[in-house]
């Protein structure tokens, strides 16, 4: 503080700053821990390496040159996370989809319009555990994220030909967990 009591430009700067980062945080926090939720396919863990992708971007964001790529940096650094997780421990967590907290709704949703999507993103979660961890992998980063080929490939560090294999797979076993949940519910008619 300064003589007069008045806070300093260097003050005034750092809180700025901190404001910018926890700012940037609360924007992005629901959409990196689905990200890596879908990757890690576990509560806890998701939550652990949304907090380590959020410490990695803040120590790094020297790095990022162009403001308005923020959330493409971002996404990458968590699926890194995620994807590195997953080589260390050997493993993949599962863990039921019940036990995702939901999100609060958006107040001009109707409860009915809350429970179609509970049960849509529920469905789509289902088609997703009847994938390998390498195609699930590729498939989110490619289609919900929407990197290129080549990134994929990067992240997941194998070649473009083999990204394109994994997501065609995905793609195929996703459809027929459609077709035959669609044949199931017109049984049941």
Known sequence: MSDLGAP?????????????QNRFVSDNLRRIFLLIYRIVQNVADAQDLTQEAFIKALQRQEQLKDAEKAAHWLS?????TAIDFLRRSGRVNFCEIDSLVEPLSEPSE???????????????EEGLTFLTERERTALLLRDVEGLGADEVAEQMNCSKATVRSHIANARIKFRRYMERSRRQSGRKK
């Open 110 to 124: 109707s409860p009915e319009q809350a429970v179609l999507r509970s049960e849509h993103r529920a469905y789509l």
């Open 8 to 20: 300093s430009e260097l003050e005034a700067s750092q809180r700025a700053a901190q404001e910018l």
């Open 76 to 80: 990458r650094i968590a699926s890194n």
